[in-house]
């Protein structure tokens, strides 16, 4: 009996203990399953660090350079600004830090070439879109910035969260874009540059005898050396072989007087830096660069471009009528300049005209401007100049086709004659340093007629606005140096209106190179 009551007890044992065991798994089971359900997705961080030198707690811009392929915020071209609050967060490292942890993707708009961004303040991290004017190309972020810990006292860490559960990047940011337009160029300072003049007479066969003032005996070369910098921007240092590959397949064209050909020559001689053979840039007619001839066409064999220059003072028509029993000079400001045929076609047209609008008889009036067969006897210059510019505009609108074809007007260069004027005395020589303010009246009633007269167009036309940062430059003219020194000793006559090279219109060719990039994006 002892052993069968004993026998009994056993498997009623092993049935309470295995009932127990099964009800333990499975609650463990079910609260596993709770916990993670329960538990919020990881996230993917990505974390910035600044540097020093680029980012300042205010509104200055830091470069951003991408490396991989899903993120198109771009480098040397691009600048992020950032102003925002930010959470606090340790880091004893000193410098906080911006790692990209996986495969990242952000749609980017193109509009610009900056970026805004202005923090939410949340603590939480950053809430909104992004946008950038950069090409479409899409890219991944995966470089560092650093900020030293000095500078963080209050902004610590950037944190973009992302989810894994999503195809994209949820950025909690408020981004506006900083386009180029918001940028005024016409804004800064001179600054002294050592590495500058882009190129010397030595490395440019192209500059003639009258922008040529180191040629011409000038001893002094601080004029080289100024660079232009914008408070609101930076400019980008031109660089030929990109410039050479914008307008690969294509035809640059200056069209204007005098002033227009001094910028056209700065940009020849700097887009030969980056020719090796300089054989392979020639004129397709033959014709050696001088004041006596207008019209050159200059081809970059290696590029399949050409950059062109077509003489004409007015835009408009210089002709001849007949006034009682004498045929006199006249302007037919209502009629476009003869030479149309050869701006055709161009993909980028840079116009200009003022130099000879102050001159004494245009200035005048008196039988001069001419409409129709008409010739007014008294015609005030800038109601002139206003039908002049409208006739420029008709044309562009019916001839110029905007897909193909980007057109700029440059800004009157301001002279700098003191004393007199070019014929009366006036000069300059003396002048060996910039500026260090312009005279208010510098902005003429000729740009704000131009600017007007744009508006009113229905092609897009870029105004290339280098009046007020020309201004203080009264040490970069020719001034006694606009001539061999023999051809000087017969004349007093001082040049303080053209420019020389290199210098000047170097910058305003800087600036035509930056604004042709912007227009890529």
């Not at 992004?130 to 610590?156: D, F, G, H, Y």
């Not at 109601?383 to 905007?402: C, E, G, K, Q, Y």
């Not at 003219?477 to 017969?490: A, F, L, N, T």
């Amino acid at each position: 009996m002892d052993r069968q009551r004993s026998f009994s007890f056993k498997p009623t044992r092993f049935l309470v203990f295995s009932f127990t065991i099964s009800t333990s798994a499975i609650f463990f089971t079910c609260f596993t399953i709770w916990v993670i359900k329960a538990t919020p997705s990881f996230r993917q961080e990505i974390h910035l660090q600044f540097n020093k030198s680029s980012f300042n707690l205010g509104l200055r811009p830091i470069t951003v350079q991408t490396f991989s392929e899903n993120f198109s915020v771009t480098g040397e071209k691009d600048s992020i600004l950032i102003d925002t609050q930010y959470r606090s967060l340790e880091n004893t490292s000193g410098f906080g830090s911006i790692s990209v942890l996986s495969g990242l993707q952000l749609q980017i708009e193109k509009d610009g070439p900056a970026v805004l961004v202005d923090g939410g303040g949340k603590s939480d991290g950053l809430d909104g879109n992004l946008t950038t004017m950069q090409e479409s190309t899409a890219e991944a972020l995966s470089e560092k910035i650093e900020v030293p810990k000095s500078e963080r006292n209050k902004e610590k860490v950037v944190t973009v969260a992302t989810s894994s559960e999503k195809t994209g990047v949820s950025i909690r940011a408020k981004v506006r874009v900083k386009r180029v337009k918001d940028c005024d160029l016409t804004k800064g300072r001179w600054v002294y540059d050592e590495s500058y003049p882009l190129y010397t007479k030595g490395s440019c066969p192209f500059i003639d005898e009258g922008f040529n003032c180191e040629g011409n005996g000038r001893l002094d070369k601080n004029y080289m050396k100024w660079r232009w910098q914008p408070q609101d921007c930076e400019i980008p240092r031109f660089n030929a072989t990109k410039m050479l590959e914008l307008i690969r397949g294509k035809r640059l064209v200056f069209v204007g007087d005098s002033i227009n050909r001094n910028q056209w020559e700065s940009m020849l001689c700097m887009l030969m830096g980056a020719i090796r053979d300089p054989k392979r840039v020639f004129e397709t007619h033959g014709r050696r660069i001088t004041k006596e001839k207008g019209n050159y066409s200059f081809k970059f064999v290696d590029y399949r471009c050409t950059v062109e220059y077509y003489v004409t003072h007015f835009l408009v028509h210089e002709s001849k009528a007949r006034l009682g029993q004498k045929r006199i000079q006249t302007l037919k400001i209502d009629s476009i300049d003869r030479g149309t045929s050869r701006w055709r076609g161009a993909d980028i047209l840079v116009f200009n005209t003022a130099h000879w609008w102050t001159h004494y008889k245009t200035k005048a009036g008196i039988n001069y401007y001419q409409e129709g067969n008409q010739v007014h006897p008294r015609l005030d210059v800038s109601m002139a100049f206003r039908r002049a510019l409208m006739t420029w505009a008709s044309w562009v609108d019916r001839h110029i086709n905007p897909r193909k074809t980007q057109v700029f007007f440059r800004s009157s260069a301001p002279s700098h004659f003191r004393g007199g004027q070019w014929n009366s005395g006036g000069h300059c020589k003396e002048a060996t340093q910039p500026l260090n303010d312009t005279p208010s009246i510098i902005y003429s009633e000729k740009n704000i007629i131009v600017e007007d007269v744009i508006k009113k167009m229905k092609t897009p036309v870029t105004f290339l606005n280098i009046t007020n940062l020309s201004g203080y430059r009264i040490d970069g003219h020719p001034s006694i140096y606009g001539g061999k020194s023999g051809k000087r000793s017969s004349s007093h006559i001082q040049d303080c209106s053209h420019w020389c090279l290199p210098g000047v219109p170097d910058t305003w060719n800087e600036i035509l190179y930056f604004l042709l990039q912007s227009k890529r994006y």
